[in-house]
């Protein structure tokens, strides 16, 4: 009930800022504004939507996501975790089924208002960045180009990650404590007044700067490849794939599959390296984290660059892309699986789709 409640709160308070901005915006830009309780409800639906395609996307692959942060962040010289097969294998020796799905709860907590946030500023930047193209271009029908969409989707993953990242920062430390932590985080409400009373407010946005940095190309290359392709597909019935001026599930999926690929490739080593200064700290850190190798005790960063510094020296280049194997197969099916099921329960609540209508 706790989590819920620090969801809640988290959730309400950004979308109510975005709310109020498009609202302006739209009144001060835009002739034939809606009725405020026709606006309200297609607002409504949108975050829903937006939220189901979150909830649904991580369920589905949420051992590959734990396996990826554990790889990502244990220490060189006691390696646990050793590979995709070998890793879900040993998590499911060591913890049972119940430990490959460590820390999803949490994930859903976070990733529900984060996506619904997410999906929900998109279409408003991108609707406010097409009324900005048209006004400066003279065309009224001109459409958003690949690189304007990229702009939408940066400015999309910017603001619902700084909306939920608290709920980040806590959620890649549940997802790493395992049963020989000597202290356990018993939730994320615990979680969140513990790092805050211990470590202080500021240590909630450890790690945000290479997230922000991060989420530009992550998101923006998401939505930007995925609108694109399928416009592009649409428009040139390319291989015969449209029918009735829309493309098959199995189609949209391909193109939310190439979307996240292209998207988490770019933004990986950023990932690392937030992890890595997420779990900077955490004096009761896992002995996945601390090791029980050579070295016992977590390294300190001072900042974004120096966390890069310090784990290209002592790990190698190759060190910035551990666990892009588990991520590469779990991204690809999750980033499909969120955009089909946003557009399916888009559909299901009778929600326009299309971005220049």
Request: one cysteine or more; charged letters at 20%.
């Amino acid at each position: 009930m706790a989590s819920e409640d620090v969801m809640s709160k988290t959730s309400e308070s950004a979308v109510s800022t975005i709310v109020n901005l498009a609202e302006e915006a739209k009144l001060a830009g835009r002739e034939g504004v809606k009725a405020p309780s026709h606006a309200f409800l297609t607002i409504c639906k949108s975050l829903v939507a937006g939220g189901v395609a979150g909830g649904v996307s991580r369920t589905a692959v949420a051992p590959l996501e734990r396996l990826k942060i554990l790889l990502q962040v244990q220490n060189p010289h006691s390696i646990k975790y050793n590979g995709t097969m070998q890793g879900l294998k040993y998590i499911w020796r060591t913890e049972g089924v119940r430990g490959l799905f460590k820390g999803n709860g949490t994930n859903c907590a976070r990733i529900v208002p984060n996506s619904a946030v997410k999906f929900f500023s998109y279409e408003q930047a991108s609707r406010g960045i097409l009324w900005l193209y048209r006004e400066q271009s003279g065309k009224e029908d001109a459409q958003l180009t690949p690189l304007l969409r990229l702009g939408a989707g940066a400015c999309a993953g910017i603001i619902a990650m700084s909306a939920t990242y608290p709920m980040d920062m806590v959620r890649g430390r549940l997802t790493v404590q395992t049963e020989k932590s000597p202290r356990q985080y018993r939730g994320i409400f615990h979680a969140l007044t513990t790092v805050f009373q211990e470590e202080g407010p500021r240590a909630l946005y450890r790690g945000w700067l290479p997230s922000v940095i991060g989420v530009v190309p992550y998101v923006g290359l998401n939505f930007a490849v995925y609108e694109s392709l399928k416009d592009w597909l649409i428009k040139s019935n390319a291989f015969g794939l449209v029918e009735d001026n829309e493309l098959s599930v199995t189609t949209r999926l391909a193109c939310g599959a190439a979307a996240g690929t292209v998207g988490q490739t770019v933004a990986y080593p950023l990932d690392v390296i937030r992890r890595r200064m997420q779990m900077v700290g955490w004096k009761d850190a896992s002995s996945v984290v601390t090791g029980e190798g050579k070295i016992k005790a977590p390294l300190e960063y001072t900042g974004m660059v120096d966390a890069f510094r310090k784990t290209v020296r002592n790990e190698g280049f190759g060190a910035l892309y551990k666990g892009l194997v588990p991520n590469s197969v779990k991204v690809v099916p999750s980033i499909a699986i969120a955009f089909v099921t946003y557009e399916a329960v888009k559909d299901v609540l009778g929600v326009e789709m299309r971005i220049s209508d």
